[in-house]
């Protein structure tokens, strides 16, 4: 773990918002030199709080309307694995993001459709026909957003 | 309206974002003015948004993440846009999608630890306005994380 001064969290802030700003984009912003941008984001990059970068794109433009978060519960715990279960949900390529959580649900799937009848198709046969897969709550997306985190 | 070739610079900008006009071209084997071209009439359509850092809590000392679904006392008319807004104002807020089906609101909190989300819990998420019922779920693990669309 490492520990950030107000420049690194001003830098942290610009990035967050937009990653391909260049170095010498964030020093005039900052008044500060090119090099020494540089330098914070190759610490911020080795230690690992930059993680990596994720393309934004227009997922209705795409043709990708409706965006469904499921609670899935597994079935007779114990009896499933729970890598068979991951490794199977992983591959579908609807499901954008899998958590393994603790609670009332077992994993949280944000999976991705055309529409509510291309959703149904996913539902049926790819998730309700997972190893495992019992009681399954949805819910659909309406709207979201990121927040930038404590790094204010 | 996209066709082959643009989602072909989507898929391989997907999979990796930080690709120069160059190497992107290669991977998508078009020439790179032919390339950057469609990138740059994607970005100005709006398809393509932008990029954002994926920021890893966990480096900065952020352990634990919960994800609270939220149900919201919907017999008050400015139910929604009273708990968005204070919500807002909670720093350790990462997410806040609204929803159909049984849960209104979902916020995704990040803490240092479990004392320290207790303290917050405590102060900043039971205190926003409006909430009928709250239901945690404690975040173990993310097997996949990439978000990608299935171009």
Redesign the interface.
Known sequence: ??E?DATDRKI?RI??????QSASAIGRRLDMSQPAVWRRIKRLQE?????????????D??G?GVTV?L?VKLARKGQVSLEDF?RA??AI?????????????D??L?V?ARDLSDFERVLRRRIMTLPGAGDV???????????P???? | MLDDLDRRILRHLQADPTLGAADLAERCRMTQATCWRRVEKMQESGVIQGQETVMNWQALGYAVEVSLRITLDKTQARAFDDFLTAARDVPEVLEIQTFLGRVDVRLSVIARDMPHYQELYRTRILTLPHIADIEALMHIARVKSDEVLPL
């Open positions: 773990m490492i950030l942290l990035l967050a918002k937009d990653a391909t230690s690992g709080v930059i993680a990596g970068r994720r393309l934004r794109l227009d997922a433009k795409l990708f978060f609670g991951e949900v992983g390529p609807e499901v954008q993001t899998v958590e393994h959580v603790l609670g009332l649900y994993y949280r944000r991705v709550e949805a819910n659909v997306l309406l709207s979201e957003e990121r927040r985190g404590p790094i204010g």
